[in-house]
């Protein structure tokens, strides 16, 4: 068994991390890069699934370090000082190890940045025939990408970027929800209502998403749902990596506000505009026009709100 232990509340959601994050002793250098937000906050929520490529093709630590170099067009791993050549063995690690955690029912994951096995942006890539540039992928990080398209994945140094963290975090939920939700056997009837629930944070992500997914979901009855799911699940997720901004969110409010429109008297209803307007413009966060409208929803309720 592969996870971590934490709290037993949070079994349920598994990420799949590097190693060294977790605070334990797998770096070049004996070391290790223990992030305190992972390992405290975000331990109270998510069960890890540790993962150190350079650790389990049996290198060791400490250990020679290494780099990316592109040679003749391929990105190859290559020792800094013997400049042993372990491509072809990080290759045929990944291509195994990614298939092997398909038994943990991931519903994420995070890599450790400039690594050259799992930083997944910018990773530092050498090159005899032009200068140094940085637009390369660990060759783990690469394999995992490939294997699983959908899964959530993020980098801890932009974990540091609080809306890069809150993204990553939604489309985790996200990816547990749908997980959840495909391991129920669903049919037509049940993507409807799955889709129901979800509309509304899609939209606040991306109109154009939105629209294609009630597209998908309004010919599921017409086709195999086993044909439909994946396309949705490629679509939703898709949907959830567009960053949403106030604007967005604030379109979101006014369509919800819409379902009050006939139930709420006018002063009510200035109250609303001129909360979400002011969460519009900066001046207060989020949570404070949603608190109102779920008020007013309790006392007049729509049941797919």
Known sequence: MTISKQKESNAEIHIG??????????RYDGGHKNDSF???TLSNYFSWVPVCPEMEIGLGSPRESMKLAEINGTLHLITNKT????????????????????KESLHGFILKKDSPSCGIFRVRVHSDSESNHRNGRGLFAEALMSQYPDLPMEEEGR???WKL???????VFSYYRWLNFVNSHPRAKDLVKFHMQQKLAILAHSRTHYQKLGQLVAQAGKKQITKVLPEYRALYMSALTVH??????A????????YLKKVVDSQDKA???????????????????????????????????
């Open 17 to 26: 991390i590097s190693r060294c994050l977790l605070g334990e002793n797998v």
């Open 38 to 40: 992972i390992t405290g």
């Open 83 to 102: 400049a042993q050549d372990l491509t072809d063995t990080m290759n045929d690690y990944a291509k195994t190890r990614t298939a092997e955690l398909q």
């Open 159 to 161: 974990l540091q970027d």
């Open 165 to 171: 963290r809150e993204n990553f975090i939604e489309r």
């Open 244 to 249: 949403t901004t106030r604007r967005k969110h």
């Open 251 to 258: 379109d979101v409010l006014y369509h919800l506000l819409g």
């Open 271 to 305: 109250e609303l505009i001129e909360t979400i307007e002011k969460y519009r413009c900066g001046i207060i966060p989020l949570i404070v026009p949603l608190t109102l409208l779920n008020h007013h929803f309790r006392r007049h309720p729509v049941s797919w709100v």
